[in-house]
C-alpha cells in the first residue's frame, strides 16, 4: 500500500486505507552507503514528481468528492483567473457532468449520454484538452467502500509554481535492520482521519529494532489480510520533532517485500508526509505510534504549514 499514490484503488476485501503514491520502494537487503544515497535521491526526484509534474500529480487536483452508496455529484466549471471546476453534491437540472455511485458501479452522464464503469481499476474521462475526471474505490467508513471522483488540470498553478519537497540531509543513522513479529491473524485498525471520518487498515504484524539507540517496535499495515500476499509494509508514526520540524500529524513509511518476512531493513530516509499535508483533496489516517527520537531523516514539515 503506497500512500503517495495519486489515486490509489482500495478493494472491499483488502479494506485498506488509499492511498493513496508514485515513489520508488524501500529496498530491502544492505545496500553499501553511496548506493544507498543515489537511490535515495531518485527516490526524492519522484516524490516530487507525483505532487507536481506526473500526468496526475497530486497539485493537479482542482477538486475531489466522495460519494457513499446512492449518492451524485455534478461538476461545475467555474472561470476566474483559469478554469477551474468544482464538485456538488446531487443531481442539478440541464446538461451537467453527473456521476453516481451505486451498487458498485459508477453511472455517468455525461453530454447527455449515459455510461456505466465496472470499478476494479481506476477509471478516467477526458473532459477537454488537459482536464480528467478520474474515479475509483475508496473506503469512506471502516470496512465500507464508497467512490473517489476527481477532477485533474493540467494547468494548475499550485502544480507549475511548486518548489519542490524538503528533506533532510541523508542520515545513514537512520537506516535500521528490523525483525518482524507477524499477527496471528491481520488485525483492522480504524484511525482517525484528515476528514473527521475513520478508516480501517489491516495490521499485519510489528517491526522490532533499535534507531539511534532506541529500542522501537512498530506496528506494520497491509493492503492485504493473507500473508502469502503481502508485497508491501506500511507504518504510520510521530517523532520527537512531529509539529516543529516534522509534519504534526506524522509521516509514513513503506516498504517492499514478498511475503511476511522475519527480517528486513527499514530507511526511515524515505519517510514521507502524507497527501493532506498540502492537498485538501484526501482521506489521511493520523498516525498514533511514536517513535522515542527526534529522527531527523525524511521529509520535513511543509513551508508556511
Excluded at 482521519?193 to 532506541?214: C, D, E, H, Q
Aim: proline letters at 6%; aromatic letters at 10%.
Amino acid at each position: 500500500m503506497v500512500y503517495r499514490t495519486v489515486f490509489a484503488l482500495v478493494s472491499a476485501v483488502a479494506l485498506s486505507a488509499c492511498a493513496t503514491t508514485e515513489t520508488g520502494p524501500v529496498v530491502s537487503g544492505a545496500a553499501p552507503r553511496a548506493d544507498a544515497q543515489t537511490a535515495w535521491e531518485a527516490w526524492k526526484a519522484d516524490e516530487n514528481a507525483a505532487w507536481a509534474t506526473n500526468e496526475f500529480a497530486i497539485l493537479k487536483i482542482d477538486d475531489a468528492i466522495y460519494l457513499n452508496e446512492g449518492q451524485s455529484a455534478w461538476l461545475e466549471a467555474r472561470k476566474q483567473k483559469m478554469l477551474e471546476y468544482k464538485w456538488t453534491l446531487g443531481t442539478p437540472r440541464g446538461r451537467h457532468f453527473v456521476i453516481t455511485y451505486k451498487d458498485g458501479k459508477a453511472t455517468v452522464l455525461n453530454n447527455g449520454k449515459s455510461e456505466t464503469f465496472p470499478l476494479e481499476k481506476m477509471q478516467r474521462i477526458n473532459l477537454a484538452p488537459g482536464t480528467d475526471v478520474r474515479f475509483a474505490l475508496t473506503q469512506v467508513n471502516p470496512g465500507v467502500n464508497g467512490l473517489r471522483v476527481m477532477v485533474y488540470n493540467q494547468g494548475h498553478p499550485l502544480a507549475k509554481n511548486f518548489a519542490g519537497l524538503e528533506h533532510f540531509p541523508y542520515n545513514p543513522d537512520a537506516v535500521v535492520e528490523a525483525t518482524f513479529e507477524p499477527s496471528s491473524s491481520a488485525e483492522g485498525v480504524d484511525f482517525q482521519t484528515s476528514r473527521g471520518w475513520l478508516k480501517r487498515i489491516n495490521r499485519v504484524g510489528y517491526a522490532s529494532f533499535t534507531l539511534m539507540g532506541k529500542p522501537v517496535k512498530l506496528g506494520m499495515y497491509s493492503d492485504e489480510t493473507d500473508p502469502k500476499q503481502v508485497k508491501q509494509l506500511s507504518a504510520f508514526f510521530l517523532d520527537e520533532l512531529s509539529g516543529k520540524e516534522t509534519y504534526g500529524v506524522g509521516r509514513y513509511l513503506d516498504i517492499d517485500v514478498n511475503g511476511l518476512p522475519a527480517r528486513f531493513t527499514i530507511d526511515f530516509n524515505r519517510a514521507y508526509n502524507p497527501n493532506c499535508a498540502r492537498s485538501p483533496h484526501y482521506n489521511c489516517p493520523y498516525a498514533t505510534e511514536k517513535l522515542p527520537v527526534a529522527l531527523s531523516a525524511g521529509e520535513k514539515i511543509p513551508p508556511k504549514h
